[in-house]
């Protein structure tokens, strides 16, 4: 299984990005998906989830500036960011929770924040 996660990129403060994700229909379709974030020394932390029936959730840090979305017809999952802050770099990766019993997660992509 494979989740093909693109979108990251070097942008100033304040910026925009889009990520996406996208896996096989099969897999997507029964999986909650979230994006996660790792930065140097740190501990991979959850940034934003949502359930195979669209419900979200949202780390407090980004709360009102990223927003996940999902496209059911692309078998894609969107993390839209906003108002981006240098403490917003970090390598992001997807993940599949696939009917809860099994993980996949997609290769990870940088996201930098710098002026």
């Known amino acids: 299984v494979q989740l093909q996660a693109s979108g990251g990129g070097l942008v100033q403060p304040g910026g925009s990005l889009r990520l996406s994700c996208q896996t096989s229909?099969?897999?997507?379709?029964?999986?909650?998906m979230g994006w996660y974030r790792q930065a140097p020394g740190k501990q991979r932390e959850l940034v934003a989830a949502?359930?195979?029936?669209?419900?979200?959730n949202y780390a407090d840090s980004v709360k009102g500036r990223f927003t996940i979305s999902r496209d059911n017809a692309k078998n894609t999952v969107y993390l839209q960011m906003n108002s981006l802050k240098p403490e917003d770099t970090a390598v992001y990766y997807c993940?599949?929770?696939?009917?809860?019993?099994?993980?996949?997660w997609g290769q990870g992509t940088q996201v930098t924040v710098s002026s």
């Open positions: 949502i359930t195979s029936g669209s419900s979200t």
């Open positions: 993940k599949a929770n696939f009917r809860r019993l099994r993980i996949y």
């Open positions: 229909g099969v897999i997507f379709r029964d999986s909650d």
